[in-house]
């Protein structure tokens, strides 16, 4: 028996036994794209703020020190394991610096130790506004760089570098010193 293709297409679309399901396939990837993309921001989130923590804290130690060493800031360094901690430190780059105020109000760099021979410099001119905002003779300055890889590399592609900055004002002398630092 043939049916009219008017009768067919009217029949067709008075028919809803499957429309729940279509309608589900249509928004389930959009659902999916947008539930992993909240917990990628999340994550991401927290793996900033852990960047930020460690350069605070390695800052805040050197800070409260009198004698520094190569040495004792490798060992400071090494702290950064567990304050990023469940993030893995493979991309973390740390650098610290003692700058010293000269008679001018303009800061100097007295030395510097970088956890990465590939880092970019960390002296006055290249900190700028961050050292207006600062009291004191002595600064130690402290900056994390932090690659975090995507768990869906395939929204983000590649890796988004964080980054943070600490500036604290040397607590227990106004000359900090750090032998076998680089000058």
Request: aromatic share 8%; hydrophobic share 40%; glycine share 6%.
């Amino acid at each position: 028996m043939l049916h009219r293709p008017k009768n067919i297409l009217s029949r067709l679309w008075k028919d809803r036994g499957g429309a729940a399901a279509i309608e589900f396939a249509f928004v389930l990837p959009v659902l999916v794209v947008l539930y992993l993309g909240l917990v990628e921001a999340s994550f991401a989130i927290v793996a900033h703020q852990k960047t930020e923590e460690t350069a605070s804290t390695i800052g805040d130690l050197i800070a409260q020190d009198t004698e520094l060493s190569d040495d004792g800031i490798d060992d400071l360094f090494d702290i950064a394991t567990a304050t990023m901690y469940p993030y893995s430190v493979r991309s973390l780059r740390i650098q610290v610096a003692g700058l010293r105020m000269n008679d001018e109000g303009h800061f100097t760099r007295q030395w510097h130790h970088d956890s990465d021979d590939n880092m970019p410099g960390l002296d006055a001119d290249t900190l700028g506004p961050a050292l207006s905002r600062t009291n004191g003779n002595f600064l130690v300055v402290a900056r994390t760089f932090y690659d975090y890889q995507p768990m869906t590399r395939f929204l983000f592609g590649k890796p988004l570098e964080m980054k943070s900055l600490n500036v604290t004002r040397a607590r227990l002398t106004t000359d900090l010193e750090c032998t076998g630092c680089t000058r």
